[in-house]
């Protein structure tokens, strides 16, 4: 063997080497969150007429949120797993925003807590992106601040151009604050945990502590007292659905 | 011996093939620009270290903030409401002209100083520099366009995937990338050189009527616009009935507090002789005619500012001196850098010919 083909061998032994120590050894296990839109028993159609929880017929055009700030507990109930600063904008338009995946290891698990919104800081930390790019439509330009969540479709009930009810609701200031956080527990049980689904019940936006009638209120655009309302709505649409 | 000597070889091959990679990326990578702050100022608020200034980065957004092609139709970029000639503000208009012949609902303030500035708009409602080009880019009275075309049109761009990468190390375009540049550009605006400035460096000295003025000013105008700034980013009332088709809340319109009704920024002074019109809706064409709104012509209310509650009692002498160390405050060297004009362009920044007292 000459010498320049001896280099050649000990150089792509070396490449071999190297390349070896950056393989992970296993694709860890993964939990996803899985979420879906529903009203009152039935599962959300976009565009589909429904009677909400207040008697009012709706069609939803538009519906997305954020969630951040995942926090899932093992099966004693310990802040085990955590995922901070990370950001998700679920919208029922487009079906892979709908799932959310953890690296979780294969375990039973008790809790699911996550922040219904943007968290104060990234409201005034200049543009962001990702989901957070207010090119997504969730970001009013006008008075700085996250729209936590969306809700825009057409109501006979709604007494506006094109009847149309439209919910942006954000505010992230104390007291116009609109993040919710949302605390979920999974039926109890010992089994590993790969898959959580999580309904999110539009009935939930109108009938809540505060009785969100289309007729008295089609707009909400700017942070205040009715997004806070609405806000408190909300934080109750999300329940468990079932868990695999 | 021999496995010595290709040990040799290999080591020597791997540190220079390291050494290349790593002369490659320093010779791309953005060249810093220092921020200097002028003597006797404040420390600026804007986060220099989450937006570093680079001279790729601050030509990109020189680039971005001068292309019409950031409005809908292609023909308003960020510079023709800020002209440069006019201290960034529209020279002579008091609403801006926007897409299909819209007018804005409010004076285009001057850009300068902004590393000083914590909020944005006349009414305070944006928080941070880089989010502010997202309102007039949006807004269907201004450039009417949406992100989402802005993004298209600018990654459809060869030379813009090329300023990017030089700014920021990689092709990507994003809304942060896209006005992290434009923040870097109008960051560069400073303007500290005008005949006060040079003064109060010991370079000049004003003349009689200047400085009485200065002394006037000082009682007078200096507890809202506060040197060297001349504003002191507070959100007042000072007697401006609502125009009865803008129907302009002002502040209030952000806070929701009824307190801060008819309240908007105290605007800077400098370069004052040319960004008239005044006020937040540009109703005063002249300074003298905002001097007879101070002393004549304001609506006294319940939240009017505590020290305008009895109007400001200004002489005919008295606004003769203000309006001579007033003119002190314009920076020509401001007004004609052409690192500030448009890219490629001779600066056509001459003062034009009216000037409206």
Known sequence: MNRFAKYIAFTGCLALLLSFTGKHPQEPHVVTLRFHSVIGNHSLELGRSY?????????VQRFKYYVSNIIITDAVG???????????LVDAEDSASQSIQLKIPALPLKQVRFTLGVDSIRNVSGVQTGALDPLHGMFWTWNSGYIMAKLEGVSSSAHVPGQRFTYHVGGFKAADNTARV????????????????IAADINAWFKGGFLLKIGEHPICHSPGGLAVQIADNYKGMFSISSVR | MRFCKTIWVVVLLLVTGIAWVAADNAYFRPRPVKFTVPAGWPQPVYDFKSNPLTQEGIALGRELFYDGRLSKDGNFSCGSCHQQFGAFDTYDHNLSHGFDNSFTTRNAPGLFNLAWQKEFMWDGGINHLDLQPLAPLTAPNEMAETLENVMAKLKADKKYRAMFKAAFGDETINTQRMNKAISQFVLTLVS?????????????SFILPEQLGYDIFKKKCNS?????????????????????????VGRMKITGNPADSL??????????????PYGHDGRFFSLSSVFEHYRNGMTVMHNTDSLL??????????????????YTLTDSSFLTNPRFAPPGSENIGKAPVDIHL
Do not use: W
Request: include cysteine; aromatic fraction near 12%; charged fraction near 25%.
């Open chain 1, 78 to 88: 310990k802040d085990v797993y955590l995922f901070p600063r990370r950001y998700y």
């Open chain 2, 309 to 326: 509650q009895h109007k400001l009692a200004l002489s005919n002498f008295e606004i003769g001196q203000l309006t001579a160390f007033l």
């Open chain 1, 182 to 197: 949302i605390t979920l527990d999974l039926p109890p049980g010992t089994a590993p945990v790969d898959e959580i689904n």
């Open chain 2, 224 to 248: 809202c616009h506060t040197e060297p700034l001349f504003t002191d980013f507070s959100y007042r009332n000072t007697g401006l009935k609502a125009d009865p088709y803008l129907n302009d």
């Open chain 1, 51 to 59: 009677v909400n929880a207040l008697g009012d017929t709706i069609a």
């Open chain 2, 192 to 204: 500290s050189n005008s005949k006060y400035d040079k003064v109060k460096r010991g370079e000049a």
């Open chain 2, 263 to 276: 309240k908007f920024r105290v605007p800077s002074l400098r370069n004052v002789a040319r960004t008239f």
